[in-house]
């Protein structure tokens, strides 16, 4: 057995950081989900007379409620949609930067600073921007933003209400500011990749009479699986949770284009309804728990098997 002096101090020196994680991140989380069993009521007026009646009887039927919901379903379907357009359009652009620059083009410092550049600014001051070139006024004089554009270049045809167009896929349109935001970012992370990738195994493989695009399908791009994973899994996270880029483009209110995180707001503020929040959250973090947790025992898996 080990004597206090070998792991008392490594002990005290972290003490502080896992009471905080404690009180700040599991307490909190398991706050919420007792918030969300609860059982509310609220008073309205009956016959001139204030009665209390039950809008969440507790229990895992607010669970039930709140899904079985036509509003729930709509925002999930809008997290769903935005989620696919904006992680398949993050990796492509970011796998295709990193692609152009790996090559050691003139001026990589340059273009490696414009493409990151997008990362420095936050969702909130993008999101202002980006409501004004993602304007649904359409036609001469009316028009702003990429319609005003379309306009000016005899291009009509390619108008569009973007996020708030009547359509199961407007949210598609709200992926392109996150796309622009985060492909910077994606694309550091394969670059590094590739740049840890020996020039001999390339060269190895052209002496063997592979082609470029055989290079990169045989030999790099394998290698580059786990951060194309961790990618994956970043940007996957993100999505689900984004709620300010959202906030700043279409307000806290809108149903056109209304998710998870944004409908948590009109909840707790708007309907002054806890509970309901409370299950939201708790539906939140599930959905990201399914993406995170089998990501994290995956990473200590392996190294685990590489130790």
């Known amino acids: 057995m080990q004597r206090p002096k070998n792991w008392l101090p490594g002990l005290l020196m972290v003490l502080p950081s896992i009471i905080l994680v404690g009180i700040f991140v599991y307490y909190l989380i398991a706050q919420n989900i007792w918030t969300s069993l609860n059982v509310a009521t609220r008073r309205v007026v009956v016959g001139g007379k204030f009665e209390e009646r039950s809008i969440h009887e507790g229990g895992y039927r607010n669970y039930t409620e709140l899904l079985g919901s036509a509003d729930y379903q709509h925002a999930l379907w809008n997290l769903l949609v935005l989620t696919v357009v904006f992680v398949v359009g993050t990796m492509i652009m970011g796998l295709l930067w990193s692609i152009l620059l790996e090559k050691g083009v003139r001026g990589e410092g340059v273009f490696r600073s414009i493409y990151l550049f997008p990362m420095a600014v936050s969702f909130i001051a993008a999101g202002v921007v980006w409501r004004w070139l993602l304007s649904p006024a359409k036609g001469e ?45 994606i694309m550091a ?61 279409a307000g806290p209110n809108s149903y056109t284009a209304s998710v998870p995180a944004t409908l948590m707001w009109t909840q707790l503020f708007a309907q002054r309804d806890p509970v309901a929040a409370a299950v939201n959250a708790t539906i939140i973090l599930v959905i990201v728990a399914v993406v995170v947790v089998p990501y994290l025992w995956y990473t200590n898996r392996t190294e685990r098997e590489r130790g």
């Open 189 to 249: 992370l394969f670059l590094a990749g590739f740049r840890g990738i020996g020039e001999d195994q390339r060269e190895a493989a052209r002496i063997d009479g592979a082609s470029e695009w055989q290079v990169y399908r045989h030999v790099l791009f394998p290698q580059l699986s786990p951060i194309a994973l961790s990618a994956l899994i970043i940007v996957g996270h993100m999505s689900m949770k984004m709620f300010d880029l959202i906030y700043a483009i």
């Open 141 to 185: 004089g009316a028009a702003i933003g990429l319609n005003q554009l379309f306009v000016k270049l005899g291009l009509d045809g390619l108008q569009s209400s973007w996020w708030s167009a009547d359509s199961r896929w407007n949210m598609a349109a709200m992926a392109l500011p996150a796309i622009w935001q985060l492909s910077g970012y």
